[in-house]
């Protein structure tokens, strides 16, 4: 058997993963950080870990692009599918799969081209949404008491705002500190309305008008004024929003969503707050109009009741009538309280003479010739009234056709075989009730009869008498017994006793023994 020839070269050997780590180690040290424009292909959104995969791509070539989550939250804007991008980040490799590819830090449109295509993308998108309509948008409250803004706090713009309102009307200012430039500006301008929307009036009243402020500046600067979640947190926000980013040129989607555009952060102050001394000079020239109107107006009250009170009578004369009625009568009632006295008096005194025994026998003769005449009349009202009894039943008698007998009748008869309908159907009813309730006594006398025991192949021992005998203790030696099976019954001797003496044998022929066959030495015998 011949040896295995060795290798005819002194290469060294190496596995795939120290080949797949040189690669890594030699494409990260000779590239480091990149910046590669290419066309987006084959995103398809965040992953669920928060992770974004997809590639950039030009007309030649290819390359797979990784977005981390941390990387992820802080781009400016949201990557789309075929968007032309910058992107920045470190070239390494992918062992699993033998490929290369670009981890992604930063990331912006290629140009501004691609930049105002994507605002007019996500300008109209967000105004299908209704987040820019003008019935939503709220009036500013005339005489707001404080005033939030959200600005960079090392500016000249909140300086200006700040000078603005103090000359204006000076009132509390909350200033929310944020970036107005850069990758997290979006964000922290979301986070500040949102924060002073979620004020609840504690340490810390919520203001009555919000300011968002920013000086001028190029498209990408202005770029956190443009983020979509930017654009919801004005146009959710319950406080009302002046936008006042950029110059009067300039413009941003936070425009079209606040509820006032200003075109400058002094022009936002101006919009916000009244001029004190205008506000003064107005009071005190309404002061002085109502000082004068109500002055005329008590002057024509006061004419006016002086003329009322020419017009009207005094207390003198409007009481000299009552008071000469009341004297009249007070002189009248003496004298008449006299005449009904004696009138009351002279009608008792008549009454008095009329009550005497003559007169009151003449009335008791007067009574009884009444009492007399009624009786006499009484037998004759009597027939009258039988009479008019008469007519009226033989009017009432008349009445009763025969043709309203026979309805009645006819009325009558359905009624009656309306009920015999009934009575049969009840009948029906209670004898099918009957042999259901008779079936089941059957049953239930089936199952507890001892006929069903002897189905089963049990046997009942009886006596001579036909008894049954419920113990073996009953039996005695040579008792004749009856056993009684489900299809008959068969004769049968006790050969061996009980413990208890032998019952006597009644007097009757007993049966001749039936001959049995000789039993083997040592049976226990039978019982037949």
């Known amino acids: 058997m011949s040896e295995v020839p060795e290798s005819a070269t002194n290469a060294a050997e190496y596995t795939v993963s120290e080949i797949s780590g040189a690669l890594k180690r030699t494409v990260e040290d000779a590239f480091g950080h990149v910046r590669v424009r290419g066309e987006i292909s084959g995103y398809r959104g965040p992953h669920s870990s928060g992770h974004a995969y997809f590639s950039l791509k030009d007309d ?17 804007f949201q990557p789309e599918e075929g968007m032309e991008v910058i992107a920045t980040g470190k070239l390494t490799t992918y062992p699993g799969s033998s490929k290369y590819q670009i981890v992604i830090e930063q990331m912006e449109p290629a140009g501004a081209g691609a930049l105002m295509a994507l605002l007019e993308e996500r300008k109209r998108r967000l105004g299908a949404e209704g987040l820019f309509d003008a019935s939503a948008k709220r009036a500013l409250p005339f005489m707001p008491r404080i005033i939030g803004v959200v600005t960079s706090p090392t500016g000249a713009v909140i300086r200006d705002i700040i000078h603005r309102i103090t000359d204006r009307f000076p009132l509390h200012v909350l200033v929310w500190p944020v970036r107005v430039q850069g990758e997290t500006s979006g964000m922290e301008v979301a986070n500040a309305i949102n924060g002073f929307n979620g004020l609840d009036g504690g340490a810390l009243p919520r203001p009555d008008v919000l300011i968002i402020a920013r000086g001028g500046g190029s498209l990408e600067d202005l770029w956190g004024f443009n983020d979509e979640a930017v654009v919801r947190a004005v146009a959710a926000s319950r406080i009302p929003v002046i936008s006042a980013v950029g110059h009067e040129t300039d413009w941003t989607l936070i425009d079209l969503a606040a509820d006032v555009r200003a075109p400058t952060p002094t022009g936002a102050a101006e919009m916000a707050v009244p001029v004190k001394a205008d506000l003064a000079a107005h009071i005190a020239m309404m002061g002085a109009r109502l000082a004068s109107s109500m002055s005329r107006y008590l002057n024509r009250r006061r004419e006016t009741q002086r003329a009322l009170s020419r017009a009207l009578p005094s207390a003198d004369q409007l009481l000299a009538l009552p008071r000469r009625h009341f004297d009249e009568t007070a002189a009248r009632l003496s004298r008449a309280l006299q005449a009904n006295t004696q009138g009351k008096r002279a009608h008792f005194d008549g009454r008095a003479r009329q009550l005497s025994p003559r007169l009151l026998q003449h009335r008791l003769r007067e009574k009884r010739r009444e009492t007399g005449i009624l009786a006499v009349r009484l037998p004759r009202a009597l027939d009258v009234f039988v009479r008019d009894l008469r007519a009226l039943y033989h009017r009432r008698t ?28 009840s009948i029906d009813l209670r004898l099918d009730r009957a042999n259901r309730k008779s079936f089941e006594l059957e049953r239930l006398m089936r199952t507890l009869s001892h006929a069903s025991v002897l189905e089963r192949g ?23 017994l009856t056993l009684r099976f489900q299809d008959g019954d068969v004769q049968a001797v006790a050969t061996e006793a009980s413990k208890r003496p032998a019952k006597p044998k009644p007097e009757r022929p007993a049966p001749a023994p039936a001959k049995k066959p000789p039993e083997p030495s040592g049976s226990q015998g039978s019982l037949f």
């Open 60 to 76: 030649k070539a290819r390359i797979e692009a990784v977005i981390w989550r941390s990387s992820m939250n802080r781009l400016r």
């Open 458 to 480: 049990f046997a009942i021992v009886l006596d001579p008498s036909g008894a049954p005998i419920k113990r073996a203790l009953d039996i005695a030696g040579g008792d004749d």
């Open 398 to 425: 008349g009445r009763l056709s025969i043709e309203a007998t026979g309805r009645r009748t006819e009325r009558g008869r359905q009624h009656l075989q309306q009920l015999d309908r009934r009575l049969g159907q």
